[in-house]
């Protein structure tokens, strides 16, 4: 496979990116990493390809101006520039996640696991934890439901696959602002796979995505910086469910030694999910009932956005957006 792995940064090589830089040497993968305004001038890691703004602006026009600057959506450029050079898988990370030993390892589209349903939403952490800790994304009344296990030996092909991150892992504010402690999930644990019509947020940090669903990818650009993987990965599950296939979740292959933040201001930018994520995935649940099995997925991502659009969640030029990216991916994606 051509296994491209894809990050955004503004800092200068760090840990996490001087391991991806020798799993490029030594393991067939290839990395870019997507500038910003931020990202010092002078950035260079060996064998990892990267784009500054002006290499965006070169190769991209039309998209890298649209595109807002100092903003994490940059990462969507990285994305085709990996799909264009003919990746068939796309991991995704971020430059504060240290890769494992089994980062990026034994990579198949089947994933043997456990299958859960019988709850509309399910913490899937509860599934490698005995700490209370949920996925940032998960409506807070809904941190406590972990459904049913169905079948304990579940084999089902899973183009979206989810890695856990030990350390600090992927958590709302709400979930800093109280705790404290590091975790470090149980990694004996066999994946966990999601029955459709159950949700479970999933984020940009450690996902693996194949080539047929690289549409799914697009994050958008004029929402909330703390939701616009979060509600990418509901408009990627209710595509998935209309496919008849599955998302899943790992172990953990990454410590999040997480870069600074301000917990206040990432709560502010959370406040829209916790009002409204129930409501925006009703929404797409119902858009998702007017597909019919001819529709591409690339149809299907554009009308669940356009789904969301018309109740105002987000804005036109999303949809501008979208399209423009969208031309940029080959018909084969």
């Given at each position: 496979?051509?296994?491209?792995?894809?990050?955004?940064?503004?800092?200068?090589?760090?840990k996490?990116?001087?391991?991806?830089?020798?799993?490029?040497?030594?393991?067939?993968?290839?990395?870019?990493?997507?500038?910003?305004?931020?990202?010092?001038?002078?950035?260079?890691?060996?064998?990892?390809?990267?784009?500054?703004?002006?290499?965006?602006?070169?190769?991209?026009?039309?998209?890298?101006?649209?595109?807002?600057?100092?903003?994490?959506?940059?990462?969507?450029?990285?994305?085709?520039?990996?799909?264009?050079?003919?990746?068939?898988i796309?991991?995704?990370?971020?430059?504060?996640?240290?890769?494992?030993?089994?980062?990026?390892?034994?990579?198949?589209?089947?994933?043997?696991?456990?299958?859960?349903?019988?709850?509309?939403?399910?913490?899937?952490?509860?599934?490698?934890?005995?700490?209370?800790?949920?996925p940032?994304?998960?409506?807070?009344?809904?941190?406590?439901?972990?459904?049913?296990?169905?079948?304990?030996?579940?084999?089902?092909?899973?183009?979206?696959?989810?890695?856990?991150?030990?350390?600090?892992?992927?958590?709302?504010a709400?979930?800093?602002?109280?705790?404290?402690a590091?975790?470090?999930?149980?990694?004996?644990?066999?994946?966990?796979?999601?029955?459709?019509?159950?949700?479970?947020?999933?984020?940009?940090?450690?996902?693996?995505?194949?080539?047929?669903?690289?549409?799914?990818?697009?994050?958008?650009?004029?929402?909330?910086?703390?939701?616009?993987?979060?509600?990418?990965?509901?408009?990627?599950?209710?595509?998935?469910?209309?496919?008849?296939?599955?998302?899943?979740?790992?172990?953990?292959?990454?410590?999040?030694?997480?870069?600074?933040?301000?917990?206040?201001?990432?709560f502010?930018?959370?406040?829209?999910?916790?009002?409204?994520?129930?409501?925006?995935?009703?929404?797409?649940?119902?858009?998702?009932?007017?597909?019919?099995?001819?529709?591409?997925?690339?149809?299907?991502?554009v009308?669940?956005?356009?789904?969301?659009?018309?109740e105002?969640?987000?804005?036109?030029?999303?949809?501008?957006?979208?399209?423009?990216?969208?031309?940029?991916?080959?018909?084969?994606?």
């Open positions: 496979m051509n296994k491209w792995i894809v990050v955004t940064s503004i800092n200068v090589p760090q996490a990116i001087m391991a991806i830089s020798e799993l490029c040497k030594s393991d067939g993968w290839r990395c870019v990493v997507v500038g910003d305004k931020k990202t010092p001038i002078n950035w260079y890691a060996k064998n990892i390809d990267f784009l500054s703004l002006d290499d965006q602006d070169k190769i991209y026009p039309n998209l890298s101006e649209m595109l807002p600057l100092n903003h994490y959506c940059r990462k969507n450029i990285g994305y085709i520039f990996a799909a264009t050079n003919g990746a068939d796309i991991l995704e990370t971020d430059d504060d996640n240290i890769p494992l030993a089994n980062f990026g390892k034994n990579i198949n589209k089947s994933v043997d696991g456990r299958l859960l349903g019988e709850s509309d939403w399910i913490n899937v952490y509860k599934y490698f934890t005995d700490s209370l800790i949920w940032r994304g998960n409506p807070l009344d809904s941190i406590f439901d972990i459904g049913k296990v169905l079948n304990y030996n579940y084999s089902s092909e899973c183009p979206i696959q989810q890695y856990l991150a030990d350390g600090d892992p992927d958590v709302d709400i979930y800093r602002l109280i705790f404290k590091n975790i470090n999930f149980r990694n004996d644990e066999s994946p966990v796979i999601l029955s459709s019509g159950t949700w479970c947020s999933f984020n940009s940090q450690n996902t693996l995505f194949f080539k047929e669903y690289f549409p799914l990818l697009y994050l958008p650009c004029f929402v909330s910086f703390r939701m616009t993987d979060i509600w990418r990965s509901f408009v990627a599950q209710v595509v998935l469910w209309s496919e008849g296939k599955h998302l899943s979740f790992s172990k953990a292959s990454v410590v999040q030694v997480r870069n600074e933040h301000n917990l206040m201001s990432d502010n930018d959370e406040v829209v999910g916790y009002q409204n994520n129930r409501e925006i995935c009703e929404i797409l649940k119902q858009a998702s009932l007017d597909w019919t099995k001819e529709m591409s997925i690339k149809s299907k991502v009308s669940a956005w356009a789904s969301l659009n018309a105002r969640y987000i804005r036109d030029e999303e949809i501008l957006i979208l399209n423009n990216w969208m031309s940029n991916l080959s018909d084969e994606s």
